[in-house]
């Protein structure tokens, strides 16, 4: 594709900007970038969350596209009516895009998700996914990983922090046969962007999770955001993958794993963790990745 957006044609606009959110937020790169591919013409629906709340402070508005708050339940939901308002009064070429945590996505907006899928109304879901809910302090949701420590889930003596797995969202949203659904990270830039690219321009419903480490909740310097997000795939605690036409696809298949432990003993909400619950998050990871080679294509790119 001749005019496919890469990392250095991306276009120097800016179209989140000025916003207020902690040095280092994940969440923000993955909104900026995702709007940058978008364009102006995206509409975009954010809940409540640390998007919307860095990003609409009055009287500063930090989207230069049309951009309104939904519900911390109705992402999804608004989607659809922002979609279908905008064809029947004639407005072409848009994309209608939320932009919602994890908290918002995989627990508190799961069902308007699950009902926008099963009706395939044109609309990009981007779940960015800072594996808490960082924006009220730090609580668990449904995607904060086994042994991490949050508010809601404290480390002590009996008590390793997170005693449940992370959900496995990209999957439950597979399951409903979704036009396209994608993982990502912003330790992968060209990744995500070629993702959002190819969702935007698919008709019906499609969805991208994408890992945006919080340095605040997760325990890192803030300079190392990136870093610690490229770690987690190379310790493979994440996989880029897609689903289309009823296939999973992984795009990155290591040869090798880095040490899930460097990766975990580099964050504060880890560093609590024995020896025993390092090899329980190394069981897990493990038996997915045994499953994913057994039963998903492989692979795009084998490092």
Request: overall charge neutral; charged content about 20%.
């Amino acid at each position: 594709m001749t005019n496919q957006i890469t990392a250095k044609t991306i276009t120097d606009s800016e179209i989140f900007y000025g916003h207020k959110a902690c040095a280092g937020c994940g969440g923000s790169l993955a909104v900026r970038i995702a709007l940058k591919v978008l364009g102006e013409r995206a509409i975009s629906v954010l809940p409540a969350g640390c998007m919307s709340a860095v990003g609409f402070n009055y009287p500063h508005l930090c989207f230069s596209n049309n951009s309104i708050i939904s519900t911390f339940a109705g992402t999804a939901s608004m989607l659809t009516g922002v979609e279908a308002g905008a064809r029947a009064v004639g407005i072409k070429n848009f994309k209608a895009v939320g932009l919602a945590g994890d908290g918002g996505t995989a627990d508190i907006g799961i069902q308007a998700l699950s009902g926008a899928i099963d009706r395939n109304d044109d609309i990009l879901y981007i779940c960015y996914d800072n594996e808490a809910y960082m924006n009220t302090g730090i609580q668990k949701s449904g995607l904060t990983p086994f042994g991490a420590k949050t508010t809601t889930t404290p480390s002590g003596e009996n008590i390793h922090g997170n005693l449940r797995p992370k959900k496995n969202l990209f999957e439950i949203v597979a399951a409903h046969n979704i036009s396209y659904a994608a993982t990502a990270s912003i330790g992968n830039l060209p990744d995500f962007i070629n993702k959002i690219e190819k969702a935007s321009k698919i008709k019906g419903t499609t969805y991208i999770h994408v890992v945006a480490p919080c340095p605040i909740g997760w325990g890192i310097p803030v300079n190392e955001t990136i870093e610690i997000a490229r770690k987690m795939i190379d310790c493979g605690l994440w996989y880029l993958a897609e689903y289309e036409n009823g296939q999973f696809t992984l795009n990155k298949n290591p040869r090798d794993f880095s040490s899930i432990k460097d990766y975990l003993l580099s964050q504060g909400r880890f560093k609590h963790l024995d020896d025993a619950d390092i090899e329980i998050l190394a069981a897990q990871r493990d038996a997915k990745w045994a499953a994913i080679q057994k039963n998903w294509n492989t692979t795009k790119e084998e490092l």
